[in-house]
Structure formats: structure tokens, C-alpha cells
């Protein structure tokens, strides 16, 4: 038990990348985040039922198409799952006022439930589950690389109002780069700590506060460290000619392809057929 | 005469430090290093070897004094990228000098700043993780990879820049014996082709590799000399808190029972071969 309290390394998701090699692996990063945003905007403006099911069974069939077991999908939805709970009752027992339509089921006190605060409950609950399948199948299909080759290229033209787009691109890789390299360093420090009697994940979960005190000793070393590797980071980029603000040529070009326009073309029409089609639930 | 790839002319340094008061780091210092040397320069904790490698590609500018690498003085600001692509530096920290999430974009990185065409960089990066032997290893990501490994992937950084000197400070000293020995297979495989190596290093075994030795001390030169000039001054290193290669330990206490037995080896098959020569001439078979 205690034990697993520090295999930190082992808990870290982020770049999750699963090398399946299927279509959706293969497509070109840019398209795949343009599309997963169109999906997510208009998974999130559909407010019918019959819609959010369409949706998630297209979420679904994404895993089926990527060759990921959509145990992978379920395990991100586990997590969420006290969350949309909660959201759920607080939609159900406070969002009456805009959702007044339709069917009154029960009014008492301030308690209104209708069919139209039910199925605000219900969409918000799939919309949850059809965005963390989306997800899911996005960061296990796109290497952390290719995702932020995909970002700096599709923020390129952000350049011209002088964004400074490849700043912003190398602070998530770096920030990416050291997640691991921070865990283990915390972990190593935590059993330092242990082995001198400190405790820790020995407090019960609901004691937050006793288990936020637990952290400090770990957190100002962990900061001292910090600091040192990025002094060390910035002379080892100096080394290698990095100016901030100055020209770069790139590396990774990616080359759209025939398959890349398809696959996104028919991501808009699916967007379009969720927002415009007028379901009948 | 060929002429010295990197002149360090009479060179002081000082750290400012934040009450207007400094310390002076390097006083004086003055060498030439030509282009195909193996230089190591060696010098106890705090002498200054830290300080004075990171003047070699600029990253420092010295306080007085000049350092010029192939003419051009590392205080001229806009010929800094041309020197740091002419001198590359790797550091002690395997994991503080990695960026990129990838090995195969970390090697990308030098190749970006300095505006490498996207249709040169494939080429550039093979021959880089080629060299270092990491070729297998082009999509891991960092933190899979040994000290060693890690190390291979940040020479093989400053050797996709192609540049024509390569400083490691104490690239060994966070590394087991075989990631030292990997990296220092790679460093005389490229001094062998033509690359100028400057190596700060602790490990005197290290040192008898070198065609060169500079011994610092208080930030001063206090010698140069090839390395088996230098151990000779036993005295004088075990004064300055440094060692002599086991070899030459070795070499020393079998000389004071045995005058015929030279004093000043410093490789381990030196010492095989004298061996082998006094008990041949003794008439000593040895198998
Ligand atoms: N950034 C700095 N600011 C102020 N003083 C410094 C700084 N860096 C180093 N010094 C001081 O300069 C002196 C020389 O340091 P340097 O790092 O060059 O030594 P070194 O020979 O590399 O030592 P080591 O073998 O421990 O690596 C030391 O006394 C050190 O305290
Ligand atoms: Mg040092």
C-alpha cells in the first residue's frame, strides 16, 4: 500500500501514446487537432439526445477505427465520474430556472424537475464521456511530439501579430519533457523523507489538509531542484545557439495527404449533421 | 605552423557578485589549443575549469584579456553563433541538457537555431546518432534512456551542428564505469577522425588519453604538458589535491624495487608490455 504511494512514474498518463499503427495513427497532427476541436465544439453546442448518442457511438467507433481498447477510454471516464455526479445534481436542482420546459415532474419547495432539467442532466453527462473518449483517443493515437509540432504549426499564422508562437511551443515540450524527470526526482525525495520517518498517503483521503501538509516538505526541495535544471537547461540551449525571437528553420514537416482532407472533411460534415439536423428528441 | 584553432590570451574572470563585490575566478590565464588535440584539462574542485571552458564558445566573456576561436574574439556579439557552432560544449548533467521529448528532436534542436534546411536535417541527424551509436534509439523519449545513453544523445546534439571543437565539462562524472567507458570509445573515435576535444575531467585515466594536459589551479595555469610529462611531477599534483593514473601508481612503486623498471608509464598496457620486456630479457618466461 504504502509502497505504491511512490511509484509516482508509473501513474503518469500524460503522452500516453500507444503505437497501434492505424489510420487515425497516421494521420498528419494538425488535422487531427483542427478535427478534434470541430468534434468538441460541436459536441458541446448539441443539446439533443439522439444527437450526444450518435456522438458517442462515433467516439466509440474512433477507438474501434484506431485499434485502442476502449478500456483505455472507460479508464479517463473513471476519474470523472464523482464530478459528473455531482454536476448532475446541481444541474438537476438548480438549473430548473432555464430549463422550466416541458413536463413538470415533481415541484416541491424549490425543487423543480422537468423532462427539459432532465435531459440538460443527461446530455451533460454523455457530452462528459463523448470528450474524454475524444480525447483519450487523441493523446493515445498522437505522439506528445507530434502534438505539439501539430500546435506550433497550427498557430503558425499567429506569428504576424506577433505571437511568439515557437516560445509557446517549446515551453509545453520542455514542460513535457521534465513531468517524468520531476516525478522521479519527487519520488526519490519521498523516500529520502520516508526513511526518516516522514509520512506520507498514511492519512485517509477525505483529511485534505493533513495530506497537504504532508507535501510541503517535498515541494521547496523539489523547487530548489527546479531551479537548478533550468539554470543548467538555459547554458546547455545557449550552447546550442538558442536566441529567443530569432529565425528557426523546422524540423518535423508535415505533408497533408488525400486521406488527411478526407478524414476531415468528414469530421466537419459530422459537426455540421450534429448541429443542424433537427433531431426529433 | 598550423595556427591554433582557439587562443586564450591572457585571460582574468571574475563573478560579480550582488554586494559590488567579485571574486576572481581566472588571473592570467594564457594557452593555445590547435585543431586535432586532445586536450584535458584538470584542476581540483573550484580551481576554475567550470568557469574557463565556458569562455571557450563564449557563453562567459572574459573580464580582460581575449579569447579568439579561429580569429574571431568570443566578445564580439554578433559572431557568437558563429563560434558556438565551431565550439561545441556538453555538460555534466545527463538529464539537464536534453529538450525535446524525443531523442530524434533533441538532436533537431542546434539544427533549428542555427537555420538548417528541413531537407539537410534528416542527413545531419542520421550521421549524428550514427557517431554516438544511438541510431536504434531515434524515437524514444528521454527518460527511457541510461546516463550514458542520455550523454550519447547530447554529443550527438553539438555533433549534428558539425562543429570543429567539442568541450565536455565532467561529461563522465554522473556516469557508471561502462557509460564512462561508451563515452570516452566515442570521444577518441572522433579525435581519431579530426575532431578537437577539450575535456574537464577527474579521472586521470582519462587524462592519459589526452595529447595534452592543462593543469589549473586558483585559476591559474600552473602547467601544460603532454601526460607523461605531467605525471611526472607527482610532488607537485599531490600537493594541488590531484592523483596520477593507477597505472603510473603502479609503475612508480615496482620502479623503487626494481630501478630497470621505468617509472613514467601511465597505461595499463604499458605496464603489460614492460613487464613482458624485462622478464624476456631476464630470460623470465611469462605466458
Ligand atoms: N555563477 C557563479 N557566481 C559566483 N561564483 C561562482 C559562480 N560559478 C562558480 N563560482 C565560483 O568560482 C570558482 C570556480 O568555479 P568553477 O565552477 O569554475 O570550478 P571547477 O574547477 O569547475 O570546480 P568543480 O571541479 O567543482 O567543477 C568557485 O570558487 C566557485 O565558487
Ligand atoms: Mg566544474
Partial sequence: MASFEFELTRNITIGQY???????????????????????????????????????????????????????????????IPFILVLAVLQLLFYSEIASGGTVFVDYGFILITSDSIRLVIVSALRFIEIIFLSSVLTLSTSTTQIT??????????????????????????????????????????????????EFGTGAWWRIIQ?????????????????????????????????????????????AKSTDYAALLFCILFAVLLLAFPFPY | MTKPLIQVNNVSFEYSLNNNRSIQVLNEVSFDIFPGEYVAIIGHNGSGKSTL???????LKPSSGDIFVSDHNTKEQKL?????????????????????????????????????PASEMKERIDFALEAVGMSDFRKR???????????????????????????????????????????????????????????????????????????????????VGTPREIFQHY?????????????????????????????????????????MRLSAKRGVYVG
Fill in chain 1, 18 to 80: 500507444l503505437p497501434t499503427g492505424s489510420l487515425i495513427h497516421r494521420l498528419d497532427p494538425r488535422i487531427k487537432l483542427l478535427a478534434f476541436t470541430i468534434l468538441v465544439i460541436a459536441m458541446a453546442i448539441c443539446h439533443t439526445y439522439v444527437g450526444n448518442f450518435i456522438a458517442l457511438a462515433f467516439a466509440c467507433y474512433l477507438f474501434y477505427i484506431s485499434r485502442i481498447p476502449i478500456s483505455y477510454g472507460l479508464s479517463g471516464v473513471k476519474p470523472a
Fill in chain 1, 149 to 198: 509540432h501539430g500546435i506550433e504549426s497550427l498557430l503558425d499564422p499567429l506569428k504576424h501579430v506577433k505571437f511568439p508562437v515557437h516560445e509557446f511551443a517549446l515551453i509545453i515540450t520542455i514542460a513535457i519533457r521534465f513531468v517524468p524527470t520531476f516525478a522521479m526526482e519527487m519520488e526519490k525525495m519521498m523516500k529520502a523523507q520516508a526513511s526518516r520517518g516522514a
Fill in chain 1, 211 to 255: 495530506r497537504t501538509k504532508d507535501v510541503f516538505p517535498i515541494i521547496i526541495p523539489l523547487f530548489n531542484v527546479a531551479m537548478a535544471r533550468a539554470e543548467d537547461l538555459v547554458l546547455a540551449m545557449e550552447a546550442r545557439c538558442y536566441t529567443p525571437g530569432s529565425e528557426r528553420s523546422i524540423y518535423a514537416k508535415y505533408k
Fill in chain 2, 53 to 59: 571552458s565556458k569562455h571557450l564558445n563564449g557563453i
Fill in chain 2, 80 to 116: 557568437q553563433r558563429e563560434i558556438r557552432k565551431k565550439v561545441g560544449m556538453v555538460f555534466q548533467h545527463p538529464d539537464n541538457q536534453i529538450i525535446a521529448t524525443i531523442v530524434e528532436d533533441d538532436v533537431a534542436f542546434g539544427l533549428e537555431n542555427i537555420e538548417v
Fill in chain 2, 141 to 223: 523519449p528521454p527518460h527511457h534512456l541510461s546516463g550514458g545513453q542520455k550523454q550519447r544523445v547530447a554529443i550527438a546534439g553539438i555533433l549534428a551542428m558539425k562543429p570543429d571543437c567539442l568541450v565536455l565539462d565532467e561529461a563522465t562524472s554522473m556516469l557508471d564505469t561502462y557509460g564512462r567507458r561508451d563515452i570516452l570509445d566515442v570521444i577518441r573515435k572522433l579525435n581519431n577522425e579530426g575532431m578537437t576535444i577539450v575535456s574537464v575531467t577527474h579521472h586521470m585515466s582519462e587524462v592519459a588519453e589526452a595529447s595534452k594536459v592543462i593543469v589549473i589551479e586558483k585559476g591559474q595555469v600552473v602547467m
Fill in chain 2, 235 to 275: 610532488e607537485l599534483l599531490h600537493r594541488l589535491q590531484l592523483d596520477v593514473p593507477v597505472a603510473n601508481q603502479l609503475a612508480r612503486l615496482v620502479h623503487e624495487y626494481d630501478h630497470e623498471f621505468q617509472a613514467d608509464l601511465i597505461h595499463n598496457d604499458e605496464i603489460v608490455q614492460e613487464v
